[in-house]
Each structure stands twice: as structure tokens, then as C-alpha cells.
């Protein structure tokens, strides 16, 4: 699948964004997602993933997102998006989606994953 990632931005802190990501293909529902991100200086690292299907598929987060940032899947409109709430300035990154064929058991693993968005810039301000 080919993946584009939009909606990142300026905010303040507290605040919130929702970034989307649009797949191209007719197997998006059979990809496990996942959002990953890299800051200024650091390396890329794992946020949130969702697993293949319909329903409510798993959902798996880093710890140092759980409650604030939401990850979600339409597969109808072949998008996954993060909806990020109660942002912090260590939140400031690019944001990069991806997509896989693998388990969801390794999402964590960037290295499972074939297909990957452009990234899109969030700043959080303090």
C-alpha cells in the first residue's frame, strides 16, 4: 500500500490534533498499522498500532502515550488515524505511518513494516 500521512501542526501544549494517514490499495483492512515517530536528534520510535480487521481491532501503545493518544482505523475510507490529546512538548516529532502484513504481536518492531508514509510534522509549544 502507499500511505500519506497529513494533519500534523503547531499546538500548545494541553492541546490536541488529529493526524490521518490515507492508504492506497484494496488490502488496507488486511494491514496492521502503527504510527511511529523521531524527534530532532534521536532515533525513530514506536507509538501506537492497530491490528488488521474490522470491528475494534487491538490497539498496542507505548507507555509514554497510553491515555493521551488514540490510534483508530476506518477501513471503508482505507485511513488509520492518531488522535493525540493532551499534548506535551516530548511530543515533538515527526510522525511517520506504516503498514504491515506481519503479526501485530511485533508492531513495535519497525523493521516489520514495508510500506511507510511521508511523515508529517508535529510541534508542540510549552
Known amino acids: 500500500v502507499q500511505l500519506q500521512a497529513s494533519g500534523g501542526g503547531l499546538v500548545q501544549a494541553g492541546g490536541s490534533l488529529r493526524l490521518s494517514c490515507a492508504a492506497s490499495g484494496r488490502t488496507f483492512s488486511r494491514h496492521v498499522m502503527a504510527w511511529f515517530r523521531q524527534a530532532p536528534g534521536k532515533e525513530r520510535e514506536f507509538v501506537a498500532a492497530i491490528n488488521w480487521g474490522w470491528g475494534a481491532p487491538n490497539t498496542y501503545y507505548v507507555d509514554s502515550v497510553k491515555g493521551r493518544l488514540t490510534v483508530s482505523r476506518d477501513n471503508a475510507k482505507n485511513t488509520v488515524y492518531l488522535q493525540m490529546n493532551s499534548l506535551k512538548p516530548e511530543d515533538t516529532a515527526v510522525y511517520y505511518c506504516?503498514?504491515?502484513?506481519?503479526?501485530?504481536?511485533?508492531?513495535?518492531?519497525?523493521?516489520?513494516?514495508?510500506?511507510w508514509g511521508q511523515g508529517t510534522q508535529v510541534t508542540v509549544s510549552s
Open positions: 506504516a503498514a504491515t502484513t506481519g503479526s501485530f504481536y511485533t508492531a513495535r518492531n519497525e523493521y516489520d513494516y514495508t510500506d
